[in-house]
């Protein structure tokens, strides 16, 4: 007569493949919901101003965004050094404040899946333009725009130079040209805040200060979650599967003599450990054939 044993070792080691294999499931389900879901869009904004994210998503989404789901830009922060640089931010839902809250380089502003990013942060002056009763708010910067037509007069045309956008003491020298039968300069000199020019009779331009402006990056993507979870329970099941390795064996006790059989093994892989697992056991079991 015989006696049979089955004797097993990291049974867990077959979880590993089913959950690599559920986890490429999720991911990319996560993917394919986000390809249709998610969105993004770049606004540049003053202090002041709001804009609708149906306005500026670049990416189309399955279902339109609300419309009266606005972000509000409430403060431009300068504390000085370019990485406290920051802005202050509410979001708007059907004409409800949600949420406000800072918004600066590497920490954005989050509501429903929806995140906001500081990507710049551009010093700028503004210069009012006044024609004839109306006004119109100009944004210079370092960078440019150099000149800008009188609204209302296409004869007249301002061109900017030096443009100093200090925080304290904002300057830009100016020249008003007439286009008509060749340029001719009307007036220039040097702007600064709270400066006054009347050079034609209905025309008024003055600095009105410096001006923040937030470019700002909004980005929603539901399915990241799936993605990240997905992603995290493939690699445990390929650290699962590469680290533990199944192992199995069979043993026969055989009563005459006292003799004591291991008669069958079975690896998933590392067959050289396997190997010297199973000789071992095979002299544990001789040395206790007694017990």
Partial sequence: EQVLFYGDKHRSAVLGPIIAHIG???????VVWGSFAAYEGEVSTL?????QLSKIA???????????????VNEAKTPGAQSEQKGNLSFVEDGTVELTGDVAFNSPLTYKNVSIY???????????INYEGTT?????????????QIPGNSQLMLLWSNINPLTNHPTVDFRLVNLYGGTTVVQQGRLGTGAVINPI???????????????????????????????????????ISLILSYRKIWVSLVPEGEQVLVSAGGYG?????FGVEFNSLLEDFKGNQGG
Wanted: net charge positive; charged share 10%.
């Fill in 269 to 273: 892989k590392l067959k050289l450990d």
């Fill in 136 to 148: 119109t708010p100009v944004i210079l910067t370092a960078n440019g725009p150099n000149h800008t």
């Fill in 118 to 128: 500081l990507v710049k942060y551009i010093n700028g002056i503004q210069v009012n």
């Fill in 47 to 51: 202090p002041g101003a709001s804009f």
């Fill in 201 to 239: 009779e209905g025309l008024t331009v003055s600095l009105e200060g410096f001006r923040g402006i937030l470019v700002l990056r909004a980005v929603s993507n539901p399915g990241l979650g799936l993605v990240l979870g997905g992603a995290f329970m493939l690699v445990l099941g390929m650290f």
């Fill in 58 to 72: 670049t990416h189309g989404t399955s279902s339109p965004l609300n419309p009266d789901f606005k972000i509000q």
């Fill in 24 to 30: 490429t499931l999720i991911l990319l389900a996560g």
